[in-house]
């Protein structure tokens, strides 16, 4: 064989090599945009790229060269709809266990309801669950009331209107207390600073 023609076979295959890796890339940013998108994070991407001040036909109520004291945190962003956390504990685990939390809405807006669901599991009889929601400006205690299952095993319930925004501090505690008085809290954070 000619050494012209060794070197087009060469170049040839360094150039389906190079293509093969780019069509990769390429799928691999589209699934990361896609998991983004789903996420919800598309908008906080963009208004971090983007202020409004800088977006036409938005205003900004700063002036120019100003500087805020107390700058907002951009808030993470969750998706919205109803949500469902399996949990699993070691064995070390010790007293009631929280083994599934749901939430009838993942980001609720001041003013709509919000049911919380709590299975709990422990040998001794549960005797009590509380939710407790850490929210930007304050705390919100809850008791849940037993709509199913036996003293061992059971799902824990309540419904509350969310009173506070909850773009910065969000997290949900589930405390499950059982007849030999023990009992654990379990925290579920979904925005914390």
């Excluded at 012209?4 to 389906?16: E, I, L, V």
């Excluded at 070390?92 to 807006?109: A, F, I, K, W």
Aim: glycine content about 6%.
């Amino acid at each position: 064989m000619r050494k012209g023609a060794q070197k087009s076979s060469q170049n040839t295959q360094q150039g389906n090599t190079q293509a093969f890796i780019l069509i990769i890339l390429l799928i691999f940013l589209v699934v990361q945009a896609l998991i983004l998108w789903r996420n919800g994070m598309i908008p906080t991407i963009i208004q971090s790229i983007f202020p409004a001040s800088s977006v036409p036909g938005t205003t900004s109520t700063e002036t120019p060269g100003e500087t805020s004291s107390n700058p907002t945190p951009t808030p993470i962003a969750l998706r919205r709809g109803p949500v469902t956390s399996n949990v699993g504990y070691g064995r070390e685990t010790q007293g009631p266990l929280v083994t599934r939390l749901v939430l009838s809405e993942n980001d609720p807006r001041v003013g709509e309801r919000q049911t919380i669901t709590a299975t709990v599991e422990y040998a001794a009889p549960i005797i009590s669950v509380t939710a407790t929601v850490h929210t930007d400006n304050g705390t919100k205690t809850l008791p849940l009331a037993r709509t199913s299952g036996n003293q061992t095993t059971s799902q824990w319930e309540t419904t509350w209107t969310v009173d506070d925004t909850l773009m910065n501090m969000y997290i949900v505690y589930i405390a499950p207390t059982a007849s030999d008085n023990t009992s654990n809290n379990f925290d579920f954070p979904k925005r914390s600073p």
